[in-house]
């Protein structure tokens, strides 16, 4: 649940998302595009500052977090029964043995 609140709340807009790098969540440098609501460096190639999240727009981002947040509410109110829909839902994994 915490993962969730945490995706919930992060600030995408002035994040730099480097997994290569030291820190991997920093404040996005002033040379970047400011206008993205995300940006992920693509970890292939750090030095072209490909932007992964190029396509999630506001609208996108703002789907992201209701959606964490609207899972990480029904947890707390059920929690039993928000892992149970999840089991039932993928029980044919373990009916064909993949788990």
Not at 40 to 61: K, S, Y
Not at 81 to 97: A, G, H, M, N, S
């Amino acid at each position: 649940m915490k993962c969730l609140s945490w995706y919930g709340t992060f600030p995408f807009e002035t994040a730099l998302v480097d997994a290569r790098g030291g820190e991997p969540f920093t404040l996005r440098p002033a040379r970047l595009d400011s206008r993205k609501s995300v940006y992920i460096l693509d970890p292939a190639d750090p030095q072209q500052e490909r932007n992964l999240g190029e396509r999630v727009d506001e609208v996108a981002l703002q789907k992201l977090r209701s959606a964490a947040q609207e899972v990480c509410e029904h947890m707390k109110r059920s929690p039993g029964t928000f892992w149970q829909e999840r089991r039932d839902r993928w029980r044919f994994l373990d009916e064909r043995r993949y788990g």
